[in-house]
């Protein structure tokens, strides 16, 4: 069934989640494009097999270097990630999350693209006060500037969809977590607690620390972006655990894992801050056939570790 992509694009491939896909792809011997502005990727992450160029999706050179390329799968991450940011500088946001994939559903058509994968966001998607876990047949309500503009990106490729034909599958994550995760993105708590716990540092976590969130490990994001990719499947789903996770419970899993002694300090929540996240992934078992398999006891082992490395 993958015989059909030759190549692939994934613009952000040098970041946390689209270096994984890279290295994912290029084990399926697809020939894999990568563009990156570095703003948030880093050069490490990108796989030497891969053809890499520094480049934005905002670049005015970027729909020629599309037209040269002719991918046939596009893996769409290039984002502006950080939730906080968006609230902060809502045009930046969108210039860059609606703006990028607007230009990319856009250039589909012309191209012969003939799919698209979109990173989205459930964490940032639903309103707060729905019902726990989230799923698609929850109406979108995101309140923040980083989940409008997701769910703007959603609706320009059904858009894309509904005119040129360029089936697309948008990916809804929960709080994703892993190896080469950096401290920016919606799940970067982990990654923070994991540095600061290595270095045996003091570490703060924001208002009672009984907020809640769906960590889903990397390597199963991953997978469900190649079960997106071939299975004949248009539209948005959830890929997340459907368990809560509060971030005292996190912070005492790591603490044993490192052996890290500190008590945490609590500061102020900052506004906005969701109070409960949960994703159901029952869409995606049924449709992608696909469930999480990494357990979060073993996940942050490994995670951990992967910093311990460094």
């Known amino acids: ?23 994912a792809l290029i084990r399926r011997r697809i020939k894999v494009y990568v563009i990156d502005d570095m703003s948030a990727g880093q050069k490490k992450n990108i796989n030497p097999n891969a053809h890499f160029t520094k480049m934005s999706i905002l670049n ?3 729909p020629k270097y599309l037209k040269k390329i002719k991918p ?6 290039a984002a502006q990630i950080n939730l906080r940011q968006s609230v902060i500088d809502p045009p930046a946001d969108a210039r860059v999350n609606i703006m990028g994939t607007l230009t990319l559903a856009h250039l589909a058509g012309e191209i012969g693209i003939k799919k698209i994968i979109f990173s989205s966001s459930g964490g940032a998607m639903y309103p707060s006060d729905a019902k726990i876990p989230y799923s698609e047949k929850t109406p979108p309500g995101p309140i ?18 509904q005119v040129h034909g360029i089936p697309y599958v948008a990916l809804r994550y929960a709080n994703v977590y892993g190896p080469r995760q950096n ?3 919606e799940a970067g708590v982990i990654s923070i607690f994991a540095k600061q716990m290595l270095a045996g540092k003091p570490l703060t976590i924001t208002g009672s620390g009984k907020q809640t969130r769906d960590f889903v490990n990397v390597e199963d994001i ?17 890929i997340g655990t459907g368990k809560e996770t ?20 609590k500061t102020p929540e900052p506004p906005g801050e969701v109070a409960r996240s ?21 996940g942050l082992k490994k995670t951990i570790r992967s910093f311990q490395k460094k």
Do not use: C, Q
Not at 222 to 238: D, I, P, Q, S
Not at 278 to 298: N, Q, R, T
């Open 1 to 23: 069934m993958a015989k059909k992509y030759k190549t692939a694009l994934v613009t952000g491939g040098a970041g946390f989640i689209g270096s994984h896909i890279v290295d």
């Open 60 to 62: 005015p050179a970027f």
């Open 72 to 77: 046939d799968v596009v893996f769409h991450l």
């Open 144 to 161: 923040s500037p980083y989940g409008i503009s997701k769910r703007a990106g959603e609706m320009y490729l059904h858009y894309a969809y």
């Open 183 to 185: 401290s920016k993105g």
């Open 222 to 238: 991953v997978r469900a972006n190649m079960l997106a990719m071939n299975r004949k499947v248009v539209g948005e789903f959830n």
């Open 246 to 265: 509060d971030i005292n419970t996190l912070f005492k899993k790591m603490a044993k894992i490192t052996g890290y002694s500190l008590p945490a300090r």
């Open 278 to 298: 949960a994703l159901s992934g029952k869409k995606a078992k049924k449709m992608l056939g696909w469930e999480p398999k990494v357990k979060i006891d073993d």
